[in-house]
Antibody
Framework: QVQLQESGPGLVKPSETLSLKCTVS????????WSWIRQPPGKGLEWIGY???????NYNPSLKSRVTISVDTSKNHFSLNLSSVTAADTAVYYC??????????WGQGTLVTVSS | QAVVTQEPSLTVSPGGTVTLTCGSS?????????PYWFQQKPGQAPRTLIR???SKLSWTPARFSGSLLGGKAALTLSGALPEDEAEYYC???????????FGGGTKLTVL
């Protein structure tokens, strides 16, 4: 059974870059799409983007100018960088695995707070 | 950007049946939107219940089923249990999976 674990700073200053990593265990990176999804406190889910194991990516148009998602197949992890963050980027960030049209397996999520 | 709409809240009696729906601002939802359904309980990560309109995951209880109904994606719960009380989200894919959009969620109460 695949397991996904998010890691990274829980506090980021405004205007800086939020960086998270998702470590995949119990399965290979190959053959799947790897996604980041976030949820502001008390609100709904928002898709951020995904990376295919080959490295090709697709991003939410509303975040595209600030998002980079990358994959490292040798280390079995993938990463999220979100630049120029504001308080509106405060959320629980989830990594997930799935086919091209959605996600099947989820990480437990990590709360990132944007504050000075 | 498409908007995906769900009922904000629904209530079902224990043992009862309820249908949650997922609509799209761009027109009828079809199998080409590859609807997904997720269940989220307070303090937990979401759990995928349905993929590709109707397909269940190995962990999906048999009382949940997915379909298309009246131009929307639908999640039907037959024989509700108290443990089914949760927030339910749908996800639709647009423009060949280049854009995914979540619905706002339905808070389901079993009472």
């Amino acid at each position: 059974q695949v397991q996904l674990q998010e890691s990274g700073p829980g506090l980021v200053k405004p205007s800086e870059t939020l960086s998270l990593k998702c470590t995949v265990s119990g399965g290979s990176i190959s053959g799947y799409y790897w996604s980041w999804i976030r949820q502001p406190p008390g609100k709904g889910l928002e898709w951020i983007g995904y990376v295919y194991y080959s490295g090709s990516t697709n991003y939410n148009p509303s975040l595209k100018s600030r998002v980079t998602i990358s994959v490292d197949t040798s280390k079995n992890h993938f990463s999220l960088n979100l630049s120029s963050v504001t308080a509106a980027d405060t959320a629980v960030y989830y990594c997930a695995r799935g086919p091209i049209f959605g996600v099947v397996d989820w990480g437990q999520g990590t709360l990132v707070t944007v504050s000075s | 950007q498409a908007v995906v709409t769900q009922e904000p809240s629904l209530t079902v009696s224990p043992g009862g049946t309820v249908t949650l729906t997922c609509g799209s601002s761009t027109g009828p939802v079809t199998s080409g939107h590859y609807p997904y359904w997720f269940q989220q309980k307070p303090g937990q990560a979401p759990r995928t219940l349905i993929r590709d309109t109707t397909s269940k995951l190995s962990w999906t209880p048999a009382r949940f089923s997915g379909s298309l109904l009246g131009g929307k994606a639908a999640l039907t719960l037959s024989g509700a249990l108290p443990e089914d009380e949760a927030e339910y989200y749908c996800l639709l894919s647009y423009t060949g999976a280049r854009n995914w959009v979540f619905g706002g969620g339905t808070k389901l109460t079993v009472l």
